[in-house]
């Protein structure tokens, strides 16, 4: 009898426009593992990258190729093995899938979705029964899906250096810089939490944007090039106790002259190979430069506590259909969007 086939979309790395729709059997769960039918996928930058053949984060993700791409899912249980799981729970994924709790380990990053990992821009797909998260009941396929990489993301440069159930809750300003998946969700989670908000974007519409959903201040960084000093007007020469640091050399050195005494630098990208010439007496001021990287299990965990608490809603700015996967990938490097990207597999 032959293989039940299933559509997934794979890449040999070697650009956009090469990306293709392909079929496969479709996967079982084997011991400990849950079968689990993809509803909706969220687009990430990374997945550009890595369809482009210009991801190259860490060395041990290695450059399985060619490889289906994607790490973000909502989809629902259609078989386990696991007493964990049950047919017809919702569920997201993990994006690195051995990484449960504590700090990141190079050996995690070998368990990427999407890279080296086989991704999730499919139609079903297996994961270990560990490498799952129940989904909040009050959110939509839609929504569920960009939990895994921006909002834990985000989550752990807010919350990251406390301890596991104390999450930030006022007296903080956080700086944002830009309006894209990452930048949206740490709104979201600063606005509920009671903080101070401040986002700089060089689209005014997408300033407004940020408006409607909780920030407290914007700045353009276009029409005003010396924004650390609007960000040092507006907290009162106090500075930004958190910043998401989104630009790299080229925004590094301002982040450094707005940052608050004893603040935190997340720095989401990798940075530029260029000299950078920033101002390291800023570290006199006890700043903490950081890069961030998604989070464990339990830290997604707890921030789905939390989103549930608020009723946090992530912000979807287009959705696409299976078939149009390579053009949601196209529109999201763009940069047009606001928030999310997503990509709908089930019917």
């Not at 689990?36 to 890595?50: A, C, F, G, M, P």
């Not at 899906?145 to 834990?152: F, R, T």
């Not at 990452?182 to 908000?197: F, M, R, S």
């Not at 940052?259 to 800023?282: D, Q, R, W, Y």
């Amino acid at each position: 009898m032959p293989d039940e086939q299933m559509k997934q979309w794979v890449t040999s790395q070697d650009g956009l426009d090469n990306l293709t729709l392909t079929t496969a059997p479709k996967p079982t769960a084997g011991d400990g593992e849950v079968l689990v039918k993809i509803n909706t996928v969220s687009l990430n930058y990374r997945d550009t990258e890595v369809v482009m053949g210009l991801y190259g984060h860490h060395a041990s993700v290695g450059h399985a190729e060619p490889i289906v791409p994607g790490s973000d899912i909502c989809g629902t249980v259609v078989s386990s093995n696991s007493d964990q799981w049950r047919e017809g729970q919702r569920v997201m994924a993990i994006f690195n899938q051995s990484h449960l709790t504590g700090q990141i380990h190079a050996e995690d990053m070998s368990s990427g979705l999407g890279l080296p990992l086989p991704g999730v821009l499919c139609e079903y797909r297996a994961f270990p029964a560990s490498g799952l998260v129940a989904v909040p009941d009050y959110l939509s396929n839609e929504e569920a899906c960009n939990l895994p990489i921006a909002s834990v993301t985000a989550w752990m440069a807010i919350n990251g250096f406390r301890p596991l159930g104390q999450c930030a809750s006022g007296g903080e300003t956080v700086l944002i810089q830009g309006t894209g998946g990452v930048a949206v969700a740490g709104l979201q989670i600063a606005h509920a939490a009671g903080l101070k908000t401040i986002v700089t974007s060089s689209s005014d519409d997408k300033l407004e944007k940020a408006k409607k959903i909780g920030a407290d201040a914007t700045i353009n960084y276009r029409t005003k090039e010396d924004w650390e000093s609007d960000v040092m007007r507006i907290t009162e020469d106090k500075g930004a106790d958190i910043i998401f640091e989104n630009g790299g050399a080229q925004t590094l050195c301002k982040s450094f002259d707005c940052v608050a005494f004893g603040g935190l630098i997340n720095c989401k990208e990798e940075i530029s190979k260029n000299p950078m010439h920033t101002n390291v007496l800023a570290l006199r001021r006890n700043v903490t430069l950081k890069g961030i990287l998604n989070g464990p299990k339990e830290r997604f965990e707890e921030m789905t506590k939390f989103y549930e608490k608020h009723q946090i809603r992530p912000v979807v700015d287009k959705t696409f259909e299976f078939d149009e996967a390579k053009e949601g990938l196209k529109y999201l490097f763009s940069g047009g969007h606001f928030g999310k990207v997503v990509v709908k597999v089930a019917a």
